[in-house]
């Protein structure tokens, strides 16, 4: 029973954590799978299952409120539930992805639920900002992540608490060696299909040709991940360096002109940055997405600036207009932004700033954090867990504790300081630059992620027949080795190459895509046509 409260309490933070302040993005299955590892006894095995998923999970992320599959809740309820099954580390590792792949898909029908819930909280809190009930706005605002974090806390007790008896044990011990060698190869070949969604979001016909660079630094030139993350960033520089002539982002200018002069304290500012750093998103609703938490983050300096009731319910009703983009690279720029705008007297560049600004700021933001900066230290903190190392897990976390809130506090105090000014310096097209360069660097790295992180070999052999001193000799050549002398590594690519035409050819789902990769790696493994990597020569 201990454990599954553990098991539920951690599924609570790791949703709260990707809602609100980003601490170790403990959303990532990389991060939940590890930490349940180490929950129920079992560090390596939660180790394995959630760099596995994290590597399935590269691009899938909730754009603009998107349902995907609930890979958190997955890493965890596989980890769980595999720590109970019988066998050694690799075969409870395909239970364990054999348990939270479908999890993770089945589960991601409750996500709406959470979500129309919180919709309908959204209303209460119109009718409070139309009292000037700041206690009742914010009591919704924290009310409203109790359905987000219902749905995934109470599958993960049900499922730890399945685990705590012996069924579990006992089912497994029945099921077929050949099964979990093919979830073993599936396992293996889902990376795939995460490096193929990040290639369809990428400008792949403009941009190819920089892949080959990464392949070769790792398949010819055996350098290692991080030196090929080096390589990249050299040549993203490099490239952005050369290329100035690309278009600005345009965002248009509003009518009033506005100087800041100091009425807001520097407390009222903290107060301001911390509820929005602590709680952005933890009231998103399908109505009016982010709406509800900006406002909660801009009524200390809405109750300070507006001393008359009338106003200061206006200025509530004003930013409880719908509003979304990247809380992580735009958010905070776009509330500094209005706080000083609002400091000046002009509420209407406020309301049209924040509309001007979240849609380009929420693609550059999206595209440089989660598309690219997320995948990079993801995928390197994956490839270490999957070698047994808790650098990887340790890695990812630093890297989103760190650099995630220094950015967001650096933007809202950069936005504030320029008010009106902002526009001019975003439409200069530094942010543009900055996009292009993490495009090319996302693009050198994966070219040599793939064929280190897809795992896939034939074990399929032919036989030829030679004459030595005059006599017929047969052999059985494996038609890995002869692969491997005509381009190395040359099956992780195919792969690859064949799940990104069935994302961006055949315009499958993400699920279906999954399903057939980990059928197709279920049926192969079993025949024992494929694995991971070649049977050791004796």
Request: with cysteine; proline share 5%; hydrophobic share 55%.
């Amino acid at each position: 029973m201990l454990v599954a409260l553990a098991l539920t309490l951690w599924a609570i933070y790791c949703t709260y954590d990707g809602l609100g302040p980003f601490l170790i993005y403990a959303q990532r299955p990389l991060i939940a799978g590890s930490v349940a590892g180490l929950i129920v006894g079992h560090p390596l095995l939660g180790l394995l299952i959630g760099a596995t998923l994290e590597l399935a999970a590269l691009g899938v992320y909730t754009y603009g409120g998107a349902t995907i599959p609930d890979y958190q809740t997955g890493a965890i309820v596989g980890t769980a539930l595999a720590a109970g099954a019988a066998g050694d580390t690799s075969a409870q590792v395909a239970i364990g992805l054999g348990v939270g792949l479908p999890a993770a898909i089945l589960l991601s029908a409750l996500d709406p639920v959470g979500k129309i819930i919180t919709t309908a909280l959204v209303h209460r809190a119109d009718g409070y900002a139309a009292d000037g009930n700041a206690r009742g706005l914010a009591v919704i605002h924290w009310v409203s992540l109790v359905p987000w974090v219902a749905v995934r806390a109470i599958p993960t007790f049900l499922a730890a608490l399945a685990a705590s008896g012996g069924l579990v044990k006992d089912i497994t011990a029945s099921i077929p060696a050949g099964f979990v060698q093919g979830m073993t190869l599936a396992g293996s070949l889902l990376p795939a299909v995460g490096f193929a969604l990040l290639l369809g979001m990428m400008e792949l016909s403009r941009y190819w040709y920089l892949l080959l660079i990464g392949f070769v630094a790792f398949a010819y030139l055996h350098v290692p991940l991080l030196g090929i993350a080096l390589i990249g960033v050299a040549v993203a520089m490099l490239f952005v360096t050369l290329k100035r002539d690309e278009p600005a982002i345009e965002v248009p200018e509003t009518a009033e002109e506005s100087t800041v002069d100091a009425r807001l304290t520097k407390q009222d500012l903290r107060r301001v940055f911390r509820r929005y750093f602590w709680s952005s998103q933890i009231s998103w609703n399908y109505e009016r997405m982010q709406a509800l938490g900006f406002a909660y983050s801009m009524e200390p300096v809405l109750r300070r600036l507006y001393p008359e009731k009338a106003d200061y319910v206006a200025g509530l009703q004003r930013h409880l207009q719908f509003f979304n983009t990247s809380v992580l690279v735009g958010g905070p720029l776009i509330l500094g932004s209005s706080v000083a705008l609002e400091e000046a007297g002009t509420p209407k560049s406020a309301a049209s700033t924040k509309v001007a600004l979240m849609g380009p700021m929420a693609g550059i933001g999206d595209t440089v954090v989660f598309a690219l900066y997320n995948s990079i230290v993801f995928t390197m903190g994956a490839s270490w867990a999957l070698q047994g190392n808790w650098l990887g897990p340790a890695f990812a976390a630093v890297m989103v504790l760190v650099p995630y809130a220094l950015i967001r506090r650096w933007q809202f105090g950069f936005a504030y300081r320029e008010g009106k000014r902002l526009a001019g310096h975003l439409a200069a097209g530094a942010l543009a630059r900055v996009a292009q360069g993490a495009t090319v660097l996302g693009f050198v790295v994966l070219g040599g992620f793939i064929p280190s992180i897809v795992k896939v070999v034939t074990t399929l052999t032919y036989r030829q027949t030679t004459t030595v001193q005059g006599q017929p000799v047969t052999q059985a050549v494996a038609i890995q080795d002869r692969l491997d002398e005509l381009v190395p590594f040359l099956l992780p690519v195919l792969v690859t190459a064949g799940v990104y035409l069935l994302t961006a050819k055949a315009r499958l789902r993400p699920v279906w895509i999954i399903a057939i990769v980990v059928v197709a790696g279920v049926i192969l493994g079993w025949l024992g046509w494929f694995a991971p990597s070649a049977p050791a020569k004796g």
